[in-house]
């Protein structure tokens, strides 16, 4: 397997965790009878929490766009340097983007962002090169 799809796997694991810690963090501060509840009446994790949340949301609105760029560098067979660089890139931004977001001083947050997209477009120009 190539390193950038160990990667993909590393993201994985990523999102599965901030999705683990989401989690945990819902049913402590709204409770088991919400979070087990048909949530009709919709409630929003806040603080801190709320943050870890938020943070978990942010990786799977810019997910996408890191598998995409990994499935067409494979399916054009351009898979590079860049490509791993990028894709390495895209998880480690991605890794320090959750405690930067939850405590990290105003503006870490969006260098930690656009480090991913930055990451995101390394492997998409491995296909033109």
């Known amino acids: 397997m190539t390193a950038d799809l160990w990667a993909l796997v590393a993201a994985m694991l990523l999102a599965v965790g901030q999705l683990t810690l989401s989690s945990v963090l819902t049913l402590r501060q709204l409770g088991g009878v919400w979070v087990a509840g048909p949530r ?7 603080g801190v929490s709320g943050r870890f949340v938020r943070a978990h949301r942010n990786l799977l609105e810019i997910f996408p766009q890191f598998v ?25 931004a ?9 405590f990290g001083p105003v ?20 296909l033109f090169v």
């Open 68 to 92: 995409a760029a990994l499935f067409l560098v494979h399916a054009a067979q351009a898979v590079g340097s860049l490509s791993t660089i990028g894709a390495w890139l895209f998880v480690i």
């Open 94 to 102: 991605r890794l320090v983007y959750v405690p930067a977001y939850a």
């Open 40 to 46: 009709d009446e919709a409630r929003e994790v806040t």
């Open 107 to 126: 503006g870490v947050r969006p260098v930690c962002w656009l480090a991913a997209q930055v990451g995101i477009f390394m492997i998409v120009v491995d």
